[in-house]
Nanobody
């Protein structure tokens, strides 16, 4: 079981930036495909971004592409989500997730992931 802890959420005005971090326990972080998801009030949780084990391949939700950047530092067991040009519609609880079974290089479905963090709130005001 991998423990994931998100941090970096908060309140920001529209157009601002935040960087989320996801710290993972254990020595095998570099073998996991990782992802970010978010859940807005009253909505289903949705995929935001995913990154492969070596951090060289990424895939994004269309509405965040060009504004958000997913990255990872395997030496620090940490994944990041740099969020720029934030808009009120980005307001949500953001979750990091780990795909530990090694089946997918990139993963965009909730069901692909077997470990989840507790979430961090991001609020963007207009």
């Amino acid at each position: 079981q991998v423990q994931l802890v998100e941090s970096g959420g908060g309140w920001v005005q529209a157009g601002g930036s935040l960087r989320l971090s996801c710290a993972a326990s254990g020595p095998t972080f570099s073998s996991y495909t990782m992802g970010w998801f978010r859940q807005a009030p009253g909505k289903e949780r949705e995929f935001v971004a995913t990154i492969n084990r070596k951090g060289v391949s990424t895939y994004y939700l269309a509405s965040v592409k060009g504004r958000f950047t997913i990255s990872r530092d395997n030496g620090k067991n940490t994944m990041y989500l740099q969020m720029n040009s934030l808009q009120p519609e980005d307001t949500a609880v953001y979750y990091c997730a780990a795909h530990t079974k090694g089946l997918y290089e990139l993963a965009a479905r909730e069901s692909d992931y077997d470990n989840w963090g507790q979430g961090t709130q991001v609020t963007v005001s207009s």
